[in-house]
């Protein structure tokens, strides 16, 4: 199985709601990334998790906040959001190994679209 | 950081022809992925392949590490294969690890029409 699922499918938001998007995957996998796609752009990266601790944060502003509760699930937590961001966000997952030095294959999930109104 | 230039940005085929899809990236690199990306936005994995020739089905690619670059080639193209195709790169690092940064080339926007 090489399923990474991600909910919502879709998303609408004001300004100054907060919510969450999460993903999940069980192939064991212990690196998970966030992605940000503009249309008719490539995906982006914005954080990478490694062993469940956040690597790599590509300057994200702070209204953006991930958070991985465990090996299997990955949140982004989203607040005071502004029009440009919207996107498509992707997650994806991969293989490590257990030094942290190498990195294999990312798998991505289907994506939450994200509209900010 | 690591430049990802795919070209061509733009391909229209008649279904069942063939095509050729290249990568070109500025360093060297651990890891090389190609996707393709559909309408719906969904990137699914076609190749891992950080150097030699991998085959699956009517598709095919090839890397070339020592020059920095990569091939995707299309046989016998369907309908189903419009959408995006992505070459991405994770450049490794000066101590020879994986820097998990995957960075992704503009592209190559394929329409196949009947």
């Known amino acids: 199985d090489t399923e990474v699922t991600q909910t919502p499918k879709h998303l609408v938001m004001g300004m100054t709601n907060k919510k969450s998007l999460k993903c999940e995957q069980h192939m064991g996998h212990r690196a998970m990334y966030w992605y940000k796609q503009k249309a008719k752009k490539p995906p982006e990266l914005m954080f990478v998790y490694s062993y469940e601790k956040l690597s790599i944060n590509e300057s994200v502003p702070s209204r953006f906040s991930p958070e991985c509760p465990n090996s299997s699930l990955l949140n982004l937590h989203l607040h005071a959001l502004q029009p440009e961001d919207s996107a498509l966000y992707l997650c994806?997952?991969?293989?490590?190994?257990?030094?942290?030095?190498?990195?294999?294959?990312?798998?991505f999930g289907p994506g939450t679209r994200l509209t900010v109104t | 950081g690591i430049q990802v230039e795919q070209s061509p940005p733009d391909l229209i085929l008649q279904e069942g022809a063939n095509s050729t899809l290249r990568c070109n990236f500025s360093d060297s690199v651990n890891n090389l992925q190609w996707f393709h990306q559909n309408p719906w936005g969904q990137l699914i994995n076609l190749f891992y392949?950080?150097?030699g020739t991998k085959q699956n089905g009517r598709l095919s690619a090839t890397t070339v590490a020592t020059e920095r670059y990569s091939l995707l080639y299309i046989s016998s193209s369907q309908t189903t294969d419009s959408g995006v195709y992505f070459c991405?790169?994770?450049?490794?690092?000066?101590?020879?690890?994986?820097?998990?940064?995957?960075?992704f080339g503009k592209g190559t926007k394929l329409s196949v029409i009947p």
């Open positions: 991405a790169v994770e450049r490794g690092l000066d101590s020879g690890a994986g820097s998990y940064q995957l960075t």
């Open positions: 392949i950080p150097s």
């Open positions: 994806a997952s991969s293989r490590q190994t257990p030094s942290g030095s190498y990195s294999y294959e990312q798998y």
